[in-house]
């Protein structure tokens, strides 16, 4: 019977630090991500089907030439939204499962499985815009960008996902079953429709202009299309002060939700 | 030198006190917690584990205050709730490597996976994904989780509630081999049959304290031995004698019974958890007043 001896590591040696369960917990969710077939699938096919759907079903109706030039920073950031979504029943399986319980007994920082979910969300909604923008320069996508303004629009959009991603890691944290995290997701997929990501702002009734100006996903929305195919002057600083407060907001809310979680 | 486990004054209130003032003293070994659903068994264990904070009272792991230092703690503690706290969408081995890096055997870590995997009865099922296993084995990962490094305390509440027999069995194999090197063990239960069958020491936990604490012999002969009952046609109980289960005390108790209650039907039963309490209560009552 050797298998009990004492362990490999004395006691004091037990735990690692949390930039290495950060790591081990990265591995964990994008291995969830990998393994969740359907879940990446549709991560990846929904914008798309946006994507064509706006442009061939409705593009004709809204706006004739270049509508496609038009509406693909929208779709890229619907697509982030979307898989952004997933974060909050990734945590909140953890929460409610039991997973985290387990975590939070051991000689580790317990909080770093969250960094796990955001970055691998991260990683996989990048994955995700790219086929997008991919697809979107198959159907006639003609960005006049230079490789700076593509690395500022990517930028811009890593840094939006992060934020959301960080509010719904919130979400999950707080939400009481699996399924009700997923149901917020919904509540952000409408915010992209309510701003000029797919209609000139002009377009809309005049009380909602007000609403579909100042709200985060216009100044984005601009900002890409701005860089990408050089509409007017992206309003860049907006757009990242934006991204700034949510994540701050989203920062505060997972600290004060992660100590709530702990009596549940 | 510093006991594994030492709780003073420990108090915890929800809607009612949970625990109220609990004392205890544990010095090595399989020790074992047996209350009923509600008693504060879990609220203890989650106290110990650091999940939870008392409102007064102190608790030391190996000297260790839980309250003041729970980094420290989490070094010395390894817990297998009463729900599983395994990961559902990776593979058990897959689960077993996570916890082990987590825990800093870094490379080493697959080798102990499989070591214990083994130990458990679960090679075959290793690299399935732990939502197709069954309750038991389950049990059994979750089990094997917490030795990936050996923790000094080992938490475990109720193991084996809502397992069939034969399941609860390789349980509590696996929980004897694991322990046998020297681990201390805090288990929880509910029945008295656990307790007797894993921990050198039992306490029973009542109304938020231990209202008594000794070994399997010393409890049961608080609670009394085997009972002869003679039931009515309609299943009440006429009559009821101690017994020590031998022909002869049986031989006793029936010639004491009257021509007209020769009808009556004989059941003999051990004691129970509930007799326990019955009988560890009054006692208490008794000792206090
Ligand atoms: N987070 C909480 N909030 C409010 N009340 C709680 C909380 N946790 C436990 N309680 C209450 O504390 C009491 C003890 O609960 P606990 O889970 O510790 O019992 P237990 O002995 O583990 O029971 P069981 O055998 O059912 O697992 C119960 O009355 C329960 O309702
Ligand atoms: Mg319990």
């Not at chain 1, 000689?107 to 086929?131: E, K, M, W, Y």
């Not at chain 1, 500022?152 to 960080?166: C, D, P, S």
Request: with cysteine.
């Amino acid at each position: 019977m050797t298998a009990l001896a004492p362990g490999s590591s004395t006691l004091a040696e037990r735990g690692v630090g949390p930039l290495r369960s950060s790591g081990i917990f990265i591995g964990r969710s994008l291995r969830h991500a990998l393994r969740d077939g359907e879940g990446l699938t549709m991560a990846v096919a929904l914008p798309v089907l946006m994507l064509l759907m706006f442009v061939y079903v409705f593009g004709g109706a809204i706006q004739a030439e270049g509508y496609v030039d038009f509406v693909v920073p929208g779709v890229i950031l619907v697509c982030a939204g979307f898989g952004a979504s997933s974060v909050a029943v990734a945590v909140n399986r953890d929460v409610t499962l039991g997973a985290m319980r387990r975590y939070r007994t051991m000689p580790i920082v317990s909080a770093t499985v969250l960094a796990g979910h955001i970055v691998a969300s991260l990683l996989r909604n990048l994955l995700a815009t790219s086929i997008v923008i991919a697809v979107a320069v198959a159907i006639g996508f003609r960005p006049t960008a230079t490789p700076l303004d593509w690395l500022a629009a990517l930028g811009l959009v890593a840094v939006w996902i992060l934020a959301i991603t960080a509010l719904f890691a919130f979400i999950g944290l707080v939400s009481s079953s699996p399924e009700a995290a997923n149901g917020y997701g919904f509540a952000l997929l409408f915010l992209p429709y309510l701003s000029s990501a797919f209609v000139p702002l002009e377009t809309m009734p005049e009380a909602l202009q007000p609403i579909a100006r100042h709200q985060p996903m216009n100044p984005l929305v601009e900002s890409i299309r701005g860089l990408l195919v050089g509409v007017g002057e992206p309003p860049v600083a907006i757009s990242l002060a934006w991204c700034a407060g949510i994540l701050a907001v989203a920062a505060v809310l997972i600290v004060w939700g992660f100590r709530r979680s702990r009596d549940r | 030198m510093a006991e594994p486990l030492e709780i003073s004054g420990l108090v915890k209130t929800y809607r009612q006190p949970v625990l109220d003032y609990l004392d205890l003293v544990v010095s090595g070994g399989v020790f074992a917690l047996l209350g009923p659903n509600g008693a504060g068994k879990t609220t203890l264990v989650s106290i110990l584990t650091t999940l939870v904070r008392p409102d007064a009272g102190v608790a030391r792991i190996g000297g260790v205050d839980v309250v003041r230092d729970p980094a420290g703690v989490r070094r010395l503690v390894a817990a297998t709730g009463q729900e599983t706290t395994i990961d559902d969408l990776l593979t058990g081995h897959e689960n077993l490597v996570m916890l082990g890096r987590l825990l800093g055997l870094g490379a080493r870590a697959r080798a102990r996976a499989d070591e214990l995997l083994e130990q458990v009865g679960l090679v075959a099922a290793a690299g399935r994904r732990v939502s197709t296993y069954s309750g038991g084995m389950r049990r059994r990962l979750d089990l094997a989780a917490s030795f990936m490094t050996q923790p000094y305390v080992l938490f475990l509440d109720e193991p084996t509630t809502g397992l069939d027999p034969v399941s609860r069995r390789r349980v509590w194999d696996d929980v004897r081999t694991l322990a046998s090197t020297g681990t201390t063990v805090f288990l929880t239960t509910q029945t008295l049959d656990e307790a007797e069958a894993l921990a050198d020491r039992i306490a029973v936990l009542r109304q938020g304290t231990i209202v008594a604490d000794g070994t399997a012999a010393e409890l049961t002969a608080l609670v009394g031995g085997q009972r002869i009952d003679l039931l009515d046609a309609d299943g009440r109980l006429v009559h009821s004698v101690e017994t020590d289960g031998s022909a002869g005390s049986v031989e006793r108790a029936l010639a004491a019974l009257a021509p007209h209650q020769r009808g009556l039907q004989v059941s003999l039963h051990s004691p129970t958890l509930d007799d326990a309490f019955v009988a560890l209560t009054r006692d208490h009552e008794e000792v206090a007043a």
